[in-house]
DNA sequence: ATCATTGCAAACACTTTGCATACGC
DNA sequence: GCGTATGCAAAGTGTTTGCAATGAT
């Protein structure tokens, strides 16, 4: 996605697109494994070294408020964020430490909800090893 | 469940059967909305004064650790603990905070598995309102 | 000039660790 | 008596808050 593009769904989401906001949501756009805040934390201050970890965290909450990212509570130790919003599965290989996206058919999804509830969001995690990592345990 | 057959469930599971042991893992079985570490060290300290947070905490990780005990990571600020290990879904009641079960058949969990990897846990998580709490938000 | 954003330092909340005491076989 | 469990106090970790400085319109 070009940098007018980011601008321009930020802006239309009551982001004000920032230096900063730009590119923690253009990591998260380009690193499909699901950063923890730190990851992108470390990553952006080698290229930005001013960014801090407030706004790091000030900027997915706001994210996260506008309904552009979805936190991801696999893990009890820290959270993770994904910028897909399509209804879809997080797999977390426990070698590898990575969250990566799988499919759920709107049938399954449907057939989920339970009776007399009124559900808000579904969220479906998979742990387990990954392609990469199932051969070398 | 008896207090003799708790013992034999621990024991069973190499988890010596203390009286702390006991009571949390009866308060576990017996409150089925899924509590904090904190719930229950407040609740049994009412009962039995003595309990500490760590031992709550050391109890409740013997009890994951042996499978007697599933950790729910469906919000971020707070582990919550499962006595039932059968496979089922988990509902958060953002109003009340309570967490229930509910069933999922073999054949959606089957569905779910996507191709290449090796899944060890799978987790539903829906959030939303209870059937009390829908018409009272 | 005004209002929002940044970012340091400090506070917070949940959980774990170190270590001395107490308990069970 | 020896190994394990308990529990206090302290440390650790992820996240939020207070507030002054900076930036945008």
New interface residues.
């Given amino acids: 996605m070009a940098e007018n593009d980011l601008n321009r769904v930020l802006s239309s989401h009551g982001i004000r697109p920032t230096l900063q906001r730009i590119a923690v949501y253009k990591y998260l756009l380009s690193h499909p494994v699901h950063p923890s805040a730190d990851t992108i934390y470390r990553s952006l201050s080698d290229e930005f070294p001013v960014f801090s970890r407030t706004t790091i965290y000030n900027t997915l909450n706001s994210l996260v408020k506008s309904g552009l990212v979805r936190?991801i509570?696999?893990?009890?130790d820290e959270?993770r964020f994904d910028s897909t919003t399509e209804d879809h599965?997080h797999?977390f290989c426990?070698k590898c430490n990575e969250i990566s996206d799988?499919?759920?058919?709107q049938k399954?999804l449907d057939?989920?909800?339970?009776e007399?509830?009124?559900?808000?969001?579904?969220?479906?995690?998979?742990?387990?090893?990954?392609?990469k990592c199932?051969d070398k345990q």
């Fill in positions: 936190p509570n696999i893990q009890h959270q599965g797999f426990i799988f499919d759920i058919t399954i057939d989920l909800c339970p007399g509830y009124q559900n808000i969001r579904v969220d479906i995690f998979i742990t387990g090893f990954c392609p199932k």
